[in-house]
């Protein structure tokens, strides 16, 4: 699903902040990316999205080097991952279905596609009965919810996640990492950055601890391992 | 692409002019006033080029005989004043037929120029037409010069300061439209600038799900395209509303001269307009989302 091969990133102030990172996540895996702050976890997410483009290495992602896509290429390739970030990210002027069906504009979708899956998806994240609201009327853990159903409403294969329970409390956390695992069971690869050691522990899942641009530890039903 | 696409693309375009209203409404006044002003000089300069063929038609070169000219010397003239390039035709107007014009103009009071016959005081003279107003102050002097000739009378001053009139129309209009344009252009960019900036999050997010890099465009040219169009519509109701007044005050007011009729100058106008507003609309908005817009 994803291969990282030999990857490097230097940034323009020479800041190395990956250098050949290897890793290979298999379809359906739901992994753990940690580290101290400036590790490099951030650089791994954005490579992923295209955001920036590796120094050198190949990045495989379902059986394409996503570095070689060409700049029209790119929307399309995005449209095969979720994600999901730390601050929600969601258009305040619009309420929780428009913010949903927005992400199947995007994507042209047809009409009757939009009116029958928005729902569908909204149920899944337990939000349907408040699809008329805005996000400023919803809690935080409802507005990630809100951010998750429409980083899947368009199915994707990959669901990136940029700390998603960071801004949460340590309920709310619990939940919104059992409406992700929950997504993961139904088939989506999930690569998720956090710092949440005790949701980690408890979780159990594969853990890819990196530190200063480097992979320290690859570990099937691992722990976070650090202290803070 | 997808009708429903479409309707997404127009419901933004309508929020986002809504949202900036102000701005907007800037945007349409100065595409409304460029296009209002060249209107204004189109329909100036359609007149005044009406005006000067009139006039050229009228155009002629009197060069009048010394009376001890022989027929021989005058068909001479004759024959040098038409290899003159720039003369049309010359005719010759002798001193019985120039009497009996003058007697003419004259009407009811021709009895002053009884017994003129005897000694006419008329000189004879060539009538001289040029191909063009310009070929007067060359063809002239020409003539002034040749032996046997008396006196060039020409409309040299009028026919100088048509020209001069039609030049400065011509010239100023395109000054003007050029500093109007670049200012309506300018503040159409600065619009769909400040679109761009109040919709920074949301092109971010577009990104991250995937949109493209023309379904995050298109909101922001049709945006450009409608201030541009709307601006170039009430241009085009002002002037054919105006110019049509116009028209109607001179023809009851002054006889003499008329504006070149409304149907002829000001019916292409609303198709013209809407064609130029676009584009200055569409133009501006393109610089913008060049400039600003990095997807």
Known sequence: MIELKNVSKVYKNNHIALSNVNFNINKGEFVFLVGPSGAGKSTILKLLMKEIEPTSGEIIVNNVDITKLKRKEIPYYRRTLGVVFQDFRLLPDKTVYENVEFAMQIVEASHRDIKKRVPQVLEMVG?????????????????????????????????????????????????????????????????????????????????????????????QRGVYGYED | MRINTW???????????????????????????????????????????????????????????????????????????????????????????????????????????????????????????????ESVELVSPKIAQMEGILKVKDGKRTVQTIIKLVRIVR?????????????????????IKLTVFARKREISIMKYIGATDWFIKWPFILEGILLGLIGGLIAAFIIENGYTYAAKIIQQNIVVFTLVPPKEVVKQFWWQFSLLGTLIGGFGSFISIRKFLVV
């Open chain 2, 171 to 191: 010239y100023s209009s395109t000054v003007l439209m050029a500093i109007l344009g670049t200012i309506s252009i300018f503040l159409i960019s600065n619009t």
């Open chain 2, 7 to 133: 309707k997404y693309y127009i419901k933004e375009t309508i929020k986002s002019i809504y949202r900036n209203r102000l701005m907007s409404l800037a945007s349409i006044t100065t595409v409304a006033a460029t296009i209002f002003i060249f209107g204004l000089f189109m329909t100036l300069a359609i007149n005044v080029n009406r005006f000067a063929t009139n006039v050229e038609d009228m155009i002629e070169i009197k060069a009048f005989l010394k009376d001890d000219v022989t027929t021989l010397q005058q068909q001479k003239l004759e024959k040098s004043i038409k290899e003159i390039p720039g003369v049309v035709s010359v005719d010759y107007e002798s001193k019985e037929k120039a009497l009996e014009k003058f007697r003419e103009q004259l009407g009811e009071n021709k009895d002053i120029a009884k017994g003129l016959e005897e000694s006419n005081p008329l000189p004879a003279s060539f009538i001289i037409k040029v191909d063009k107003p």
């Open chain 1, 127 to 219: 939000l349907y009965a408040k699809q008329r609201n805005y996000p400023h009327q919803l809690s935080g853990g409802e507005q990630q919810r809100v951010a998750i159903a429409r980083a899947i409403v368009n199915n994707p294969k990959l669901l990136i996640c940029d700390e998603p329970t960071g801004n949460l409390d340590p309920d709310t956390a619990q939940e919104i990492m059992a409406l992700i695992d929950d997504i993961n069971k139904s088939g989506t690869t999930v690569l998720m950055v956090t710092h949440a050691k005790d949701l980690v522990d408890k979780m159990k899942k594969r853990v890819i601890a990196i530190e200063k641009g480097v992979i320290v530890r690859d570990q």
